[in-house]
T-cell receptor
Framework: AQSVAQPEDQVNVAEGNPLTVKCTYS??????LFWYVQYPNRGLQFLLK??????LVKGSYGFEAEFNKSQTSFHLKKPSALVSDSALYFC?????????????FGAGTRLAVHP | EPEVTQTPSHQVTQMGQEVILRCVPI?????FYWYRQILGQKVEFLVS????????KSEIFDDQFSVERPDGSNFTLKIRSTKLEDSAMYFC?????????FGPGTRLTVL
């Protein structure tokens, strides 16, 4: 069965420091991986995805993620955190079947960036 | 930039009542989804919809739930007789390619 794990409930980082939000996955076949962000009282906003190709993918708001097949990981990173990055971050894997494709989400990691 | 919209943003209802949650997907998208997030828990898949029929549904999506695309723009989720445990945030999503775009959600509170 396909699954996603986000081992940290919360990540705290000082503004200007690099940040990493961890995600590991378990899938059969080639993974399609996504990161979404949820700001308070808002929906899930797409940040970036890995489908194929370069292991380092770049997304919105300066975020990037590195796909590591041997470690089955897809960690989200940003070189310099902003207070406005504080939000709930979800990693997800696309379960493909019959072309209809549902997302399986991790539990989410709350990122808190302190001034 | 086109967005998925959902109404209402918050719905309060009594147990046993019917509710209809509404979504307007992005206009050229063909695949539609409902997910839900119970407070403090994961986002869970409920149902996918394509070509005017359900293509997949989860175990949660029992006979109390139904979906409909009544016209060319709206996509609705109906819960016939709400239970306390249906209280959650309900998200609509749509896609054309591999990326699903989500609406802002409807918070459903069942009293």
């Amino acid at each position: 069965a396909q699954s996603v794990a986000q081992p940290e409930d919360q990540v705290n980082v000082a503004e200007g420091n690099p940040l990493t939000v961890k995600c590991t996955y378990s899938v059969s076949g080639n993974p399609y991986l996504f990161w979404y962000v949820q700001y308070p009282n808002r929906g899930l906003q797409f940040l970036l995805k890995y489908i194929t190709g370069d292991n380092l993918v770049k997304g919105s708001y300066g975020f990037e993620a590195e796909f590591n097949k041997s470690q089955t990981s897809f960690h989200l990173k940003k070189p310099s955190a902003l207070v406005s990055d504080s939000a709930l971050y979800f990693c997800a894997v696309l379960r493909q079947g019959g072309g209809y494709n549902k997302l399986i989400f991790g539990a989410g990691t709350r990122l808190a960036v302190h001034p | 930039e086109p967005e998925v919209t959902q109404t209402p943003s918050h719905q309060v209802t009594q147990m046993g009542q019917e509710v209809i949650l509404r979504c307007v997907p992005i206009s050229n998208h063909l695949y539609f989804y409902w997910y839900r997030q119970i407070l403090g828990q994961k986002v869970e898949f409920l149902v996918s919809f394509y070509n005017n029929e359900i293509s997949e549904k989860s175990e949660i999506f029992d006979d109390q739930f139904s979906v409909e695309r009544p016209d060319g723009s709206n996509f609705t989720l109906k819960i016939r007789s709400t239970k306390l445990e249906d209280s959650a945030m309900y998200f609509c999503a749509s896609r054309n390619t591999d990326t699903q775009y989500f609406g802002p959600g409807t918070r459903l509170t069942v009293l």
